[in-house]
């Protein structure tokens, strides 16, 4: 038999289903986005750039993430479909080539105080299972180790029904979980000051109750006013013992008040369950300004803030309880786990050990699994969202990241782009909205966004390589290799805020000054101690402004009017100048729009379906009744005024007619800021990130504070802004305040006065004070990792 052998052959064609290698965006108009054409390929890692408020978020998440989590959730049932997020569908002509996107963004992890860096990653459960399988003594299932979970038993009879015949039986069932029983499984316990629920020199009916939301004549007040238990015209002060009890602790009781039934219930169990039985990050700043003067959060007794009952700690592997293995420092706790030798549990030990050692790839070994995730910022909580998928054995997956350099020393940003490389070479496409150009740098693909913000952005300003950007005329081309230098002065200390003994988490007895009359940058490691040290120190003394990265709340009826207090003297301008109430200038108020109750848009809900939401016709999306628009200040209407961007509205307030100096004064601390080309009528949820701290920092501009505290103020800006962000850093200095910066850009650490730098490591390896003094000195002295970043970056 012969073969015959062909040296003419030619390669095989290729497969259709090869050709779709692009994802492909036509027409989209989300946001500020300008009918934006792109093509992006897949199975690379593209980084999308541009100043803040360009558009990178609108097309990364709004737009590309948005629509392919749309279309997952539509492949399930109809009945499905009922129980879950409903998603409309972005504002474009055309998506092609999408494949499932897995987002990994900067949201805060964990409103509930229950939730704890274990839980979000399962890592606590895989411990339950190993402790109920191998602890000594046995206490019981996995859910006798959980602190969600607890004890309780019960007896009673029972109707059975057997061959026609109904029997009784006397059954009991008994639940062993790990819930501390005196704390409920939070770790602390909470005492409330009674002197600040209510005057007791006056009565119910003179507003005795000092709560937000018991304001007399309310819901809440009349509950109480109108029960018949109390007398709400005698002073607290003159209750008897049993009437003050009935005020604030009644047990929970159906009765009918004012013709309506309802539950009426003692004041002070009223309060936990409706405030402090959520997370007081989660609380509007009314409720939290209350909280902090009337709650005291104590370390529970009982459980020593570990939230298990005695029993769950009595149970020990080696001498190590469960409540140990969660307090141990990750990186610990990953050598404690591959010390354990049991055959039978392989698997479980391979995949905790696996999730603990990805913990301390990313950089978070430093943390604990007993660490409540509502504490992390928005960078660790981020990387913790990573654990999940850097393991996973999943490919042509597009991953969607949100800065995920935020919170990362320079040490660690190496360690990061590795883990983006390394998902993009398992054949998944990566997404990155960044302006760090370290990580610009590995990017295979760019797209950039521009070529201002706002309404001066949404359009695609560049595609191509970092080599083909450094070359191109755009913002981020130019300002791609820019390096701050050393200040040749710097300034003198006025004073000095003496630290000493600093405990708070890993701190060691840090005894530290900070000089006050000059830019302070604190650095270090992530973990280092740098927030430890600042928060426990310095936040809350007299005087002490802090601006941290706690993000903005707010429906889409909230906007940077409302946000910064800008719309009430505006609203009493009109008033003044019109004769009328200034309740008739807010489209929540009096002067909404009957139609659209003041949205300026009509939704429609098709159940399952997303729904529509259509403009207002009778007030055509101005959110205001047509008799509110014929009132006029300066020959402008309100809806003219709020449709302005702040540069326009602080001319307008400047002079004339229509000059309003406290409107004025608030817009002009926008302006300094650098969010002149917002309208200050535009909904907070179209802010992006950099937008919302930016306006967080204008907020408190005006306020007496000598010293001002700010949580990494770079999050968010764009290469070009960090300058005029030093700018404000400096006048501010100049007008007489103390800065004191918690940052890891090299930019902001080569402008300070006098750097504070933390470590040597993360963690137990750190909270130590590693140096103090000027940049020049730390480049020159480079026995810190801070000092041998900053050196290499201002390229001595």
């Known amino acids: 038999m012969r073969t015959a052998t062909r040296t003419d052959r030619t390669p095989p064609a290729r497969h259709v289903a090869d050709s779709h290698d692009l994802i492909r965006v036509h027409g989209a108009r989300v946001n500020n986005l300008r009918n934006v054409d792109v093509e992006i390929p897949k199975r690379r890692l593209t980084a999308f750039t541009g100043i803040s408020g360009s558009g990178k978020s609108s097309l990364v998440f709004g737009t590309i993430a948005a629509e392919s989590q749309r279309m997952i959730n539509e492949t399930y049932s109809a009945f499905i479909q009922g129980f879950m997020p409903t998603l409309a569908r972005p504002d474009v002509d055309v998506l092609d080539g999408l494949t499932t996107a897995i987002i990994v963004d900067q949201e805060r992890m964990g409103a509930?105080?229950?939730?704890?860096?274990?839980?979000?990653?399962?890592?606590?459960?895989?411990?339950?299972?190993?402790?109920?399988?191998?602890?000594?003594?046995?206490?019981?299932?996995?859910?006798?180790?959980?602190?969600?979970?607890?004890?309780?038993?019960?007896?009673?009879?029972?109707?059975?029904?057997?061959?026609?015949?109904?029997?009784?039986?006397?059954?009991?069932?008994?639940?062993?979980?790990?819930?501390?029983?005196?704390?409920?499984?939070?770790?602390?316990?909470?005492?409330?000051?009674?002197?600040?629920?209510?005057?007791?020199?006056?009565?119910?009916?003179?507003?005795?109750?000092?709560?937000?939301?018991?304001?007399?004549?309310?819901?809440?007040?009349?509950?109480?006013?109108?029960?018949?238990?109390?007398?709400?015209?005698?002073?607290?002060?003159?209750?008897?013992?049993?009437?003050?009890?009935?005020?604030?602790?009644?047990?929970?009781?159906?009765?009918?008040?004012?013709?309506?039934?309802?539950?009426?219930?003692?004041?002070?169990?009223?309060?936990?369950?409706?405030?402090?039985?959520?997370?007081?990050?989660?609380?509007?700043?009314?409720?939290?300004?209350?909280?902090?003067?009337?709650?005291?959060?104590?370390?529970?007794?009982?459980?020593?803030?570990?939230?298990?009952?005695?029993?769950?700690?009595?149970?020990?592997?080696?001498?190590?309880?469960?409540?140990?293995?969660?307090?141990?420092?990750?990186?610990d706790l990953a050598d404690w786990v591959r010390d354990l030798h049991e055959p039978t549990a392989a698997p479980l030990l391979a995949a905790l050990g696996e999730t603990l050692d990805s913990f301390v790839e990313i950089g978070l070994g430093y943390l604990s699994l007993d660490r409540p995730a509502g504490t992390l910022s928005g960078g660790e909580a981020q990387r913790t969202k990573m654990i999940r998928h850097l393991g996973s054995s999943l490919t042509d997956v597009t991953y969607v990241f949100d800065e995920p350099t935020i919170g990362l020393h320079p040490h660690d940003v190496q360690r990061m782009n590795t883990l983006l490389l390394r998902l993009r070479d398992k054949g998944n496409t990566v997404l990155v909205v960044e302006h760090k150009p370290e990580t610009i740098a590995i990017a295979d693909h760019v797209v950039d966004l521009g070529p201002g913000a706002g309404t001066d952005g949404g359009t695609i300003c560049f595609t191509g390589t970092v080599a083909e950007l450094k070359d191109s005329d755009t913002v981020t081309g130019r300002h791609l290799d820019d390096r701050a230098r050393l200040k040749p002065t710097v300034r003198t200390a006025t004073e000095a805020l003496e630290i000493r003994d600093a405990h708070t988490h890993n701190l060691r007895g840090v005894d530290v000054d900070i000089p006050l009359g000059v830019l302070v940058a604190v650095t270090g490691v992530a973990g280092s101690g740098k927030s430890s040290l600042i928060d426990g120190s310095v936040a809350g003394r007299d005087g002490v402004v802090t601006i941290d990265q706690s993000p903005i709340r707010g429906s889409r009826r909230s906007n940077p009017a409302t946000y910064t207090g800008l719309l009430e003297p505006i609203r009493k301008a009109f008033a003044t100048a019109n004769g009328v109430k200034p309740a008739l200038f807010s489209a929540n108020s009096e002067g909404a729009c009957p139609t659209c109750n003041g949205a300026g848009v009509v939704y429609t809900d098709l159940a399952m379906m997303a729904g529509v939401a259509t403009t207002c016709e009778e007030c055509e999306g101005k959110r205001f009744q047509a008799a509110v628009l014929d009132y006029h200040l300066g020959g402008r209407d309100i809806s003219e005024v709020l449709a302005m961007s702040v540069t326009e509205a602080e001319r307008f307030f400047a002079t004339g007619d229509s000059r309003v100096p406290a409107a004025h004064r608030i817009l002009g601390h926008l302006v300094d800021v650098g969010l002149g080309y917002l309208r200050i009528g535009q909904p907070l949820p179209t802010l992006s990130g950099g937008e919302r701290q930016r306006l967080k920092l204008a907020t408190h501009l005006g306020e007496k504070g000598g010293i001002l505290v700010l949580d990494e103020p770079t999050t968010g800006l764009h290469l070009a802004d960090v300058e005029q962000l030093l700018a404000l850093l400096d006048r501010l200095v100049d007008a007489g305040k103390s800065v004191i910066v918690i940052e890891h850009h090299q930019a902001v650490m080569a402008h300070a006065d006098w750097i504070v730098d933390l470590g040597p490591g993360a963690g137990h390896d750190g909270g130590r004070i590693v140096f103090e003094g000027t940049p020049t000195d730390l480049v020159a002295d480079r026995s810190t990792l801070t000092g041998q970043h900053l050196a290499g970056y201002i390229g001595t």
């Open 112 to 331: 509930d105080p229950r939730s704890t860096v274990g839980t979000a990653t399962d890592a606590n459960a895989m411990l339950r299972i190993l402790f109920s399988r191998f602890a000594t003594p046995h206490i019981g299932s996995p859910q006798a180790f959980s602190f969600n979970v607890a004890s309780i038993s019960g007896a009673g009879a029972v109707t059975i029904e057997r061959a026609g015949q109904k029997m009784k039986e006397r059954r009991s069932f008994s639940i062993t979980g790990g819930m501390c029983p005196r704390c409920e499984g939070r770790g602390s316990v909470t005492d409330i000051d009674l002197t600040q629920l209510y005057d007791e020199s006056k009565s119910l009916a003179d507003g005795a109750l000092t709560i937000p939301g018991y304001k007399a004549g309310g819901w809440n007040y009349r509950l109480y006013a109108a029960s018949g238990l109390v007398d709400p015209d005698k002073p607290i002060r003159n209750y008897t013992k049993k009437q003050l009890h009935g005020l604030l602790y009644h047990e929970p009781v159906r009765m009918k008040i004012e013709g309506i039934n309802m539950t009426y219930e003692g004041l002070v169990p009223r309060v936990q369950k409706s405030m402090l039985a959520k997370d007081k990050e989660a609380m509007q700043p009314h409720i939290r300004a209350f909280v902090d003067r009337a709650v005291t959060f104590a370390t529970c007794p009982d459980c020593h803030g570990t939230r298990l009952s005695e029993l769950a700690r009595s149970a020990t592997i080696n001498g190590t309880s469960i409540a140990d293995a969660c307090a141990m420092q990750i990186s």
